[in-house]
């Protein structure tokens, strides 16, 4: 899901960081190749099952933004205030799992 990522970015940057100080520059690069294939292999997925699904080319994320950005009616769902993704949208994603966060 797209809003995942606002749990997964912050993640993946702290893992990022905390293997650029363990190791050389080479292990930063791998691990930002190793993302950037996964994602543009989910992208392509997306965009070939959609494409059969509906039968034309279409990328929903982009009518997400448009809709909830761009047009501003993500506020008809309701607002929160900026601390929002640190208070509860992250711990709400990550569940059980985030007091591990804490621990690295």
Known sequence: R????AGFVPIGILLSLQKLSKSSLSALVYLIFIC??????GIAATLALDRH???FTVF???G???FNVLQGN???YGTHPFHWY?????P???GMLFPLFFLG
């Open 92 to 94: 709400a994603i990550s």
């Open 53 to 55: 699904m509906y039968g």
């Open 36 to 41: 950037a294939v996964y994602g543009i292999v």
């Open 64 to 66: 997400n933004i448009d």
């Open 86 to 90: 640190l208070t509860a949208g992250i």
């Open 2 to 5: 797209f809003t995942s990522l």
């Open 60 to 62: 929903p994320v982009l």
């Open 74 to 76: 993500g506020r008809l």
